[in-house]
C-alpha cells in the first residue's frame, strides 16, 4: 500500500512569493492534515480537510490557507511568504472513525531567503 | 489549554538499560493520545495509542488520568531504539487534530 506522498522534496522562495505543496493521502483516507515543524517550535498544527471541507485551522495567518481535491488529496498555499515561514511542512492523512491515528509523508523542507 | 509536555530533549542510555521517556498532557475531556517515532531518515511513524494498550518494539505506555501523564517505557533498551520520540494529544469532534510535544531525542549506546 502506497503510503502518503508529498511534492516537492524541497522549494526554495523569496520573500513575498507565495509557495504551493502539494500531499497525496493513503488510498481511502478522506482526511488530511498539514503540520509546520519549524526549528525549536516543534510540530504545529496547520489545516483539516475532510471530504473536500476545511474542518478545523490553528493559530496561523489567513495568508495559510488550502484545499482539498475531489480525490481527496491537497494544497497547501502559503502566500506573502515571510523569514519565519521557513519549516518542513508535515501532512497527514487518516480514516474518519479509525481513531486520530495519522500516516504522515515525508515532509516538504521550504526555505524562504 | 491543551499541551503537551515532553520535559527531556535528550535522553541517553547504555544499551540494556530500561528507558522511560515522559509524556504529561492538559486536556479537558477524554484524551487520545500517541506515541509517535521518528528514526533516521525516516518518516515519522506511529509508535503505540494509549486507546491500544498494545505492546510494540517492547515498548508500552500507560495512560494515568490523575497524574495526567503517558509515559513511554522499555525494560531493556536496544540501539536500534535510537530516535526521536513525540508524544501527541488527538482531540475529537471538530476539535480533531494532533497536538504535540517538542519530542525527546533517545540516544541508545552501545
Known amino acids: 500500500e502506497a503510503g502518503v506522498t508529498q511534492s516537492p522534496t524541497h522549494l526554495i522562495k523569496t520573500r513575498g512569493q507565495q509557495a504551493t505543496l502539494r500531499c497525496s493521502p493513503i488510498s481511502g483516507h478522506t482526511s488530511v492534515y498539514w503540520y509546520q515543524q519549524a526549528l525549536g517550535l516543534g510540530l504545529q498544527f496547520l489545516l483539516w480537510?475532510?471530504?473536500?471541507?476545511?474542518?478545523n485551522r490553528g493559530n496561523f495567518p489567513p495568508r495559510f490557507s488550502g484545499r482539498q481535491f475531489p480525490n481527496y488529496s491537497s494544497e497547501l498555499n502559503v502566500n506573502a511568504l515571510e523569514l519565519e515561514d521557513s519549516a518542513l511542512y508535515l501532512c497527514a492523512s487518516s480514516l474518519v472513525g479509525m481513531g486520530e491515528t495519522q500516516y504522515f509523508g515525508p515532509g516538504t523542507r521550504l526555505l524562504v531567503l | 489549554a491543551q499541551r503537551v509536555t515532553q520535559p527531556e530533549k535528550l535522553l541517553s542510555v547504555f544499551k540494556g538499560a530500561p528507558v522511560e521517556l515522559k509524556c504529561n498532557y492538559s486536556?479537558?475531556?477524554?484524551?487520545?493520545l500517541f506515541w509517535y517515532v521518528q528514526y533516521s531518515r525516516q518518516r515519522l511513524q506511529l509508535l503505540l495509542r494509549?486507546?491500544?494498550?498494545?505492546s510494540i518494539k517492547g515498548f508500552t505506555a500507560d495512560l494515568n488520568k490523575g497524574e495526567t501523564s503517558f509515559h513511554l517505557k522499555k525494560p531493556f533498551a536496544q540501539e536500534e531504539d535510537s530516535a526521536m520520540y513525540y508524544c501527541?494529544?488527538?482531540?475529537?469532534?471538530?476539535?480533531?487534530?494532533?497536538?504535540w510535544g517538542l519530542g525527546t531525542s533517545l540516544a541508545v549506546n552501545p
Open positions: 494509549h486507546i491500544s494498550r498494545e
Open positions: 501527541a494529544l488527538g482531540g475529537a469532534g471538530n476539535n480533531r487534530k494532533l497536538i
Open positions: 486536556y479537558s475531556g477524554s484524551p487520545e
Open positions: 480537510y475532510d471530504e473536500g471541507e476545511e474542518r
